[in-house]
């Protein structure tokens, strides 16, 4: 587990408390319980079911035994609500966990290797070309603005072998996202990626 990144999510939620508490004995989004159930949730069962999880205030709800986190990026954005797509929830393997630390930090990612990245609560939306866009449609261009599905993600270890690839995310095909930048990556669209974002399913 990389102890730097639990660090700096608990930096990231401290600042804004996770909405909710047990009340009548139902489940919020602020209970471990929850946490655990919906941030493995974006990955399929035999991944996240393994997986340890990083609660939304940066402590390990759960010791995986697989290799692979699952955490959420902007659980701070819950407010009231119990989609877990709300909070962004991943689950990555240990490369793909070194470059959202990268990510995190604003720093350029070192990976040992291709890093994966598992999303199939999707996403809330993000500029197609600009990193730390996430939730900025008012500043992004139309055509660029994709809110995803669910997804897989690859982050490679060496950005170049992604230079000729499309970024088109309008054909169903993979695509890139965050081209030119350090943070370019490889989107995967799977079943259910049009589901926000109808009107840029292929037609």
């Known amino acids: 587990m ?14 804004s408390s996770i909405a909710g508490h047990h009340e009548g004995g139902h489940m919020h989004s602020d209970s471990p319980k929850w946490q655990i159930k919906a941030y493995t949730g974006a ?9 340890s999880v990083i609660g939304a205030d940066g402590t390990v709800l759960k010791e ?6 699952c955490l959420a990026f902007t659980a701070n954005m819950m407010g009231d609500s119990m989609d877990p797509r709300m909070a962004t929830p991943a689950c990555m393997d240990s490369n793909a966990m070194a ?3 990268a990510y995190m930090k604003e720093e350029v990612p070192e990976l040992a290797n291709d890093g994966w990245a598992w999303m ?41 072998s992604l230079e000729n690839t499309t970024t088109d995310f309008t054909t169903g ?11 370019v990556h490889l989107m995967i669209p799977v079943s259910g990626y049009y589901d926000f974002q109808p009107e840029a399913a292929p037609k």
Do not use: Q
Request: glycine residues 10%; charged residues 20%; aromatic residues 16%.
């Open 99 to 101: 470059w959202a630390n």
């Open 173 to 183: 095909s993979p695509y890139v996202m965050f081209k030119g930048t350090p943070y």
């Open 2 to 15: 990389n102890t730097k990144f639990i660090s700096f999510i608990a930096i990231i939620f401290s600042v």
């Open 43 to 51: 990955a399929p069962s035999f991944i996240g079911d393994f997986a």
């Open 120 to 160: 199939i609560h999707g996403d809330t939306g993000a500029d197609n070309f600009r990193a730390y866009s996430e939730g900025d449609k008012a500043g992004t261009d139309p055509e660029d603005w994709i809110e995803s599905g669910a997804h897989l993600m690859l982050m490679p270890k060496d950005p170049k």
């Open 64 to 69: 995986g035994t697989n290799g692979w986190t």
